[in-house]
């Protein structure tokens, strides 16, 4: 469904370890989906997406894995950097429909 | 390609004023989308153009907003009159296919 939330799930990590941010969708429908960051004070920014007739994609340093079964979807980071600092949105969309559904989003900090 | 503008990038106003939020997408882009986000509500379509034309508006919150696309490569969102619930940071996204690509955003703050 739609983001709604005051208050975002966190996750702090050491500059350098693998991060891991979760997101559940709620459309069984959805057959496409994306990750966005969003910087403080900047718009979200696409990172990755993935289909849904595949379950891992890797882009540089991120990815993406899909589960369908238990509609659950991860964003991967290899050697978290601190300008990996950001909130992280996953988005989903169906082939029917023009809207994307972006989820609660997860506050990465990285710590040096 | 310089990517979706917005302008302005911040708008402070009185409530009952006028308020004009406006964006350029991509060239090439055939999906326009404007966003609101805040706080409490997180991300929130508003409405989306394709090929200039309206298709979904149910994102809009009340008449006193409304949404023009003259052309493929603006678009208007307009607020009157504005009221303090509106103050959130508007977004405008445009794509080609369906991965969206956003602008900077309008932080709009209505005392």
């Known amino acids: 469904g739609e983001n709604v939330g005051l208050h975002l799930p966190t996750l702090s990590v050491q500059e350098g370890d693998n991060s891991i941010i979760n997101c559940a969708y709620s459309n069984s429908a959805s057959d496409y989906f994306i990750w966005y960051k969003q910087e403080s004070g900047k718009g979200p920014q696409f990172i990755i997406d993935?289909?849904?007739?595949?379950d891992k994609r890797q882009g540089q340093r991120v990815t993406v894995l899909l589960n369908k079964t238990v509609k659950h979807l991860s964003l991967q980071i290899a050697a978290t950097q601190p300008g990996d600092s950001a909130v992280y949105f996953c988005?989903?969309?169906?082939?029917?429909?023009?809207?994307?559904?972006f989820g609660r989003g997860t506050q990465l900090t990285v710590w040096p | 390609d310089a990517g979706v503008i917005q302008s302005p990038r911040h708008e402070v106003t009185e409530m009952g004023q006028e308020v004009t939020l406006r964006c350029k997408p991509i060239s090439g882009h055939d999906y326009l989308f404007w966003y609101r986000q805040t706080m409490m509500r997180g991300l929130e379509l508003l409405i989306y153009?394709?090929?200039?034309?309206?298709?979904?508006d149910s994102g809009m919150p009340e008449d006193r907003f409304s949404a023009k696309m003259p052309n493929a490569s603006f678009s208007t969102l307009k607020i009157q009159p504005s009221e303090p619930r509106d103050s959130a940071v508007y977004f405008c996204?445009?794509?080609?296919?369906?991965?969206?690509?956003f602008g900077p955003g309008t932080r709009l703050t209505v005392t």
């Open positions: 996204a445009s794509s080609l296919g369906r991965s969206k690509y």
């Open positions: 988005a989903e969309n169906s082939s029917t429909l023009g809207r994307l559904y």
């Open positions: 153009f394709n090929n200039n034309v309206p298709i979904d």
């Open positions: 993935i289909r849904s007739n595949m």
